[in-house]
RNA sequence: GCCGCUGUGGCUUAGUUGGUAGAGCGACAGACUUGUAAUCUGUUGGCCGUGGGUUCAAGUCCCACCAGCGGCUCCA
């Protein structure tokens, strides 16, 4: 279990001179102090920041300083020097980012904690010559071990963090286009004409410039249609719901709900949090670099679930499970949280919390997991297309996996009617062998992963999930992670982007007709037309149409005006005319046109564009005037 | 996390070399009673992201922090 190494020395002057670059890529000479010379009593803190540092940096970083500064307080001390100095390190070095960033952090930290200390820090990445004066009192030199979180994480354990990343660092893939006919080629021999989204797509995987100019444009329309709103009262990428979001996100969720469970799903609801300390998650969380959130329970901590796979495979684990059972599928509509770097976070395309549909299948073998993966491979297919987005798939996998199952991958393609991008890696870096994503490519020309099925060798036997066979032999089922829709923001963010890039190409973007918060809006001519427009609401409202009334005091032209900006797919004038004949003035929003028609016309059109999708309550006020404004414009 | 840019009423924003914070939209009040993307008049509303500092004087200069965006890295 060790840790960074710190040396404290107490002396009496200090000073050092860079002699030449120690590694290839040193600090900037422009902002470190290549040269400095004190004659002042200075403590000198030596440090060394291990590679088994990096997954608990934090908490690493914040004990470092609680030593520094208790060990200034013992000899009252307040001129420091932090000098990076990796001889000290007993087992492998961070690497030199990792290490200049900790080191960085300690001086930020203790600068804006005791601002009374004065703090100077020796560049990183430099051979050095160095004077040093020990004072020689008792409490002069001492060196310190630093130790994360609760000891949670073992130099074994360490090992085996970088034995996958390492592995992950040096697989070798190869990219290409495989085509509805089955013929793959190169990705950049590729001829894309016609097929500009596959190619952003396969840009954006392959590139390594993702050099962009406009700002992400569905940040300012989920807060102009009053979806979803930043909150700066939380962490960075937890958001705040607003009513109208509330509904879409309802209704997306709603729709993969019944679809897990016409599937024959079993659906279930597991922990948020996991103790660190359980041996199956401990292994699984160790494969990985620390992105958790962590939660204290008495003097446990626990880390938020970044998947439910934690609460499914625990469950499956505990359960007696036949092979007459097989394929046994367990969906949860899991809110989840992965601590992403600060500067990963954009919008609703990455967030630190988030809602995501995880549906697992044990199998007993490869053909039947083919069999489930072709079923979810459809299903996922049919929600992008109920969500209407145009998507770019991936499938990735072992060349093994392809040479047997090429037939079977190239009948796929067939399905999308359409070139896929086929990425082949020789040896399996990950849990996986087969996957499949679909993404959405937004109007930055980045992509985003929304649907995926993973078939996953290496976790029944992790998690101890075990069937027993036809002849009574416990046996580790195959395993299959699968994410029906992508999660519920970016399916929000999905939508958006591409009505986005639908509406650069002239048309009006648009929720599809059962997603939109309101399905209808009502616009009396005037006042005196209230009455007449609430009895409209009403016969709409029994056919379970989401509307609202705009009874504000405006100019038509203006709630025209409100109401197309809020993307209202129908909007009904109702006045003297309307009230004479018994019809509506309908404008609709998809072909842009405006009809004189029956209401029953309205409501037939209403329910033939959402057969087969879950309805929900408008969860916000029928009258416009009794809405508060949120983040709506106009 | 690192580097860079940005931060002025709810929203969009003006603010010169440091010298009393202006506007439009919205909201509120009144007038008007409106026929398919912005009716008129008036009123309200600002710790200029937060905390330090420099200065006689800071929205403006300096430092730190917070937040958003972009890049790197990352994306179980």
């Not at 490519?441 to 999930?465: G, M, P, Y």
């Amino acid at each position: 279990m060790i840790k960074m190494q710190l040396l404290l020395v107490h002396s009496l002057g200090f000073d050092w001179k860079v002699t030449e670059k120690a590694i290839s890529n040193p600090e900037s000479s422009k902002t470190a102090k290549m040269e400095y010379s004190t004659t002042d009593s200075s403590l000198v803190v030596f440090i060394s920041v291990e590679k088994n540092d990096v997954p608990d940096i934090s908490t690493v970083i914040s004990n470092a300083c609680d030593e520094i500064v208790s060990a200034l307080k013992d000899i009252g001390e307040s001129n420091l020097i932090v000098y990076p100095w990796v001889h000290l390190a007993k087992t492998q070095p961070a690497k030199p980012d990792a290490a200049l960033s900790a080191l960085k952090n300690i001086e930020t930290s203790l600068r804006s904690n005791h601002p009374d200390l004065s703090i100077v820090r020796a560049p990183f990445g430099y051979y050095k010559g160095f004077n040093l004066n020990c004072k020689g009192h008792a409490l002069a030199e001492r060196s310190k071990e630093i130790l994360g979180q609760s000891g949670a994480k073992t130099v074994e354990a360490s090992a085996e963090v970088t034995t996958a990343l390492d592995a992950e660092e040096t697989a070798r893939s190869t990219f290409h286009v495989l085509t509805m006919d089955g013929k793959m080629e190169p990705f950049d021999k590729f001829n894309y004409k016609g097929l500009k989204e596959l190619e952003l797509f396969i840009k954006y995987e392959t590139d390594k410039d993702r050099t962009v100019s406009t700002p992400p444009l569905h940040v300012d329309v989920m807060k102009n249609l009053e979806l979803v709103d930043y909150e700066e009262g939380s962490d960075p990428g937890n958001f705040r719901i607003l009513p109208r979001g509330y509904v879409v996100k309802r209704l997306i969720e709603d729709h993969v709900n019944n679809m897990a469970a016409q599937y024959g799903a079993m659906i279930v609801e597991t922990p948020l949090m996991y103790s660190y300390d359980h041996q199956s998650l401990k292994k699984y969380i160790e494969r990985f670099p620390a992105r958790q959130y962590v939660v204290k329970s008495g003097n446990r901590n626990h880390f938020l679930r970044f998947a439910a796979c934690f609460g499914q495979f625990l469950t499956m684990s505990d359960a007696i499970i036949s092979y007459r059972q097989l394929p046994l599928k367990i969906f949860e509509m899991a809110k989840s949280f992965r601590r992403e770097q600060r500067g990963e976070l954009a919008g609703l395309r990455r967030l630190r919390a988030f809602t995501m549909p995880d549906l697992h299948t044990a199998t007993s073998d490869i053909q039947m997991a083919q069999k489930e993966f072709e079923e979810q491979f459809l299903l996922a297919f049919q929600y992008m297309s109920d969500i209407e987005i145009n998507i770019e798939t991936a499938f990735r996998m072992t060349t093994a996996f392809y040479e047997e199952n090429k037939d079977w991958i190239v009948s796929l393609v067939k399905i999308l009617n359409k070139p896929i991008l086929l990425e082949l890696f020789e040896t399996r870096y990950a849990y996986f062998i087969l996957k499949f994503e679909f993404n959405v490519v937004d109007t930055q020309k980045k992509a985003a992963a929304l649907s995926t099925v993973q078939i996953d060798v290496e976790n029944s036997e992790r998690f101890d999930i075990q069937y027993i066979d036809s002849e009574g032999k416990e046996v580790y089922p195959l395993l299959m992670h699968c994410s029906l829709s992508g999660s519920t923001e970016r399916v929000i963010y999905g939508i958006i982007e591409d009505q986005l890039k639908r509406s650069q190409r002239g048309s009006k973007p648009q929720f599809p007709l059962w997603l939109s918060p309101a399905q209808i809006r009502i616009l009396p001519v005037s006042e005196d037309y209230l009455e007449f427009t609430d009895k409209i609401a009403q016969k709409l409202e029994q056919n379970r149409i989401r509307v609202e009334i705009d009874d504000r005091d405006l100019s038509l032209g203006k709630k025209i005006r409100a109401a197309e900006k809020l993307w209202t797919p129908i909007i009904i004038v109702a006045g003297e005319k309307e009230l004479k004949e018994g019809k509506v003035s309908v404008r609709y929003r998809f072909n842009n046109s405006q009809e004189f028609q029956a209401l029953e016309d309205v409501i037939e059109y209403v329910q033939a564009q959402t057969k087969d999708k879950p309805t929900y309550f408008r969860v916000f006020p029928k009258l416009v005037s009794h809405q508060p404004i949120f983040t709506r414009v106009v």
